[in-house]
């Protein structure tokens, strides 16, 4: 299984301005390592670091519980994404929310060599329009195709830098919801540096997208 | 710039672009592996495959992946083709959809073994030829899949699945391919997402196959 990811810079009025090459993600970190491991083996519970740095039991199916997952669905700017307690069903009353940046693509601006045990990015990049933030737009997943031999769908987030100011992105980062015990938790899936990095001018937008292939 | 540097710089851009690409290729984020030991009837090792890298992760996963992992397809999932050759389009009957841990005796999901030769190709959804489980001809007895926790060494870490095959048909079984199978949903669907061609893994009467398939990301 092969990721990618790549940028591409619009100005104000939506017109591409850059497009970044094509890097290779080198980066799934423990997180996401322990929950695909839950959802195959679905037996045992697995503790796991979340974004908060806090441990998290991540776990499998139970008899109100029977969807582990690796939920990659962002909201957009100021959104929260809406879960019922057992992390299954997405509600208009939710119990739990997940905020626009701890879900989704991410972007930070740190510059520290990628660990396994990265939980988080090193300085991520919050959501809104104050000094030194971006704006979030939705985090989807986009584009299954499946052509032999290869198959692959994207994940993609736009952000906007409405800050009055330039912002760097030096580091990307997947951000997931695990399967936990009533409250769903924000987990790093992978983390990656962006090098060299690249300016977000003020008024611009950058799109994010991974691409995630599998070969035979 | 005169037309034999602007040749010379986008020669070089191109070299670059295609650096890249080639890094890209050849470096895999998860890497798939197998090996495999038999043993006698006494437990003695009677040999020891070491580590073979998997080629073949099927477009299944691909699906798996978009529609349960990482919940993309939960209003509007991509239609999946089961074990059976039937095209599922329910969420219902995908959820829970990469889970493989089989009991003693299930066949139908988890590690499989099969006798097909039949290239490996995307659109596989089945083994070629499933050895069913059992102690009659041509049969082996499956035991129940076991897991290895994620562990870190370095900037690696590996899980693993094993389950081990006995044979009790009373001849010798000659195993050609491998196969990851998931069991999902309300209703038990079953999804091939990895399958290998071995070669030929000979398992004489009263030996066992000890079949290991590991996942290991590198940073």
């Known amino acids: 299984m092969r990721v990618y990811f790549q940028f591409e810079r619009h100005n104000k009025d939506g017109e591409l301005i850059w497009k970044s090459y094509r890097y290779r993600s080198r980066s799934f970190v423990q997180a996401f390592i322990k929950q695909f491991y839950v959802l195959f083996q679905h037996t045992s519970n697995i503790a796991t670091t979340d974004t908060g740095g806090a441990s998290r039991t991540v776990i499998v199916g139970t008899s109100t519980r029977s969807t582990p997952h690796i939920c990659a669905i962002g909201p957009g700017r100021g959104g929260r994404i809406a879960l019922s307690t057992n992390s299954t069903v997405f509600t208009s009353a939710p119990t739990v929310a997940i905020t626009s940046d701890k879900v989704g693509i991410v972007l930070g601006t740190g510059t520290t060599a990628v660990t396994p045990t990265d939980f988080q990015l090193a300085t991520q990049i919050a959501d809104g329009t104050a000094a030194s933030t971006l704006e979030y737009f939705p985090s989807s997943g986009t584009a299954l195709t499946i052509s032999n031999p290869t198959g692959s769908f994207k994940l993609e987030r736009l952000f906007r830098n409405s800050s009055g100011g330039t912002i760097t992105v030096n580091e990307i980062g997947l951000y997931t919801i695990g399967s936990t015990n009533s409250i769903p938790f924000s987990f790093c899936a992978i983390r990656d540096i962006v090098s060299p990095g690249f300016a977000i001018a003020n008024g611009e937008y950058a799109r994010a997208i991974y691409t995630i292939t599998v070969t035979v | ?219």
């Open chain 2, 1 to 219: 710039m005169n037309s034999k540097r602007r040749h010379n710089l986008n020669s070089n851009i191109e070299s670059k672009k295609l650096l890249i690409e080639k890094q890209i290729k050849e470096s895999p984020n998860i890497i798939a592996s197998y090996s495999y030991q038999i043993r006698n009837s006494n437990g003695e090792l009677m040999k020891d495959s070491g580590e073979r890298q998997c080629h073949s992760f099927v477009a299944n996963f691909a699906r798996l992946l978009y529609n349960c992992a990482f919940f993309l397809g939960l209003g509007s999932p991509v239609a999946i083709t089961d074990t059976g050759g039937t095209s599922q389009t329910a969420y219902s009957n995908m959820h829970r959809g990469l889970r493989t841990d089989a009991s003693t005796g299930t066949s139908t999901y988890g590690l499989q073994v099969g006798t097909g030769t039949g290239a490996e190709s995307i659109n596989n959804t089945s083994l070629g030829t499933q050895i069913a489980h059992g102690s009659g001809s041509g049969q082996l007895q499956y035991g129940a899949m076991s897991y290895g926790a994620p562990s870190t060494t370095g900037t690696t870490t590996t899980f693993r699945f094993t389950r081990v095959f006995t044979n009790a048909s009373g001849g010798s079984i000659g195993v050609e391919e491998i196969g990851l199978v998931s069991n999902s949903g309300d209703f038990s669907k079953r999804y091939l997402w990895l399958r290998d061609l071995t070669g030929t893994i000979t398992v004489n009467n009263g030996q066992s196959l000890t079949l290991n398939v590991d996942f290991t990301t590198t940073i």
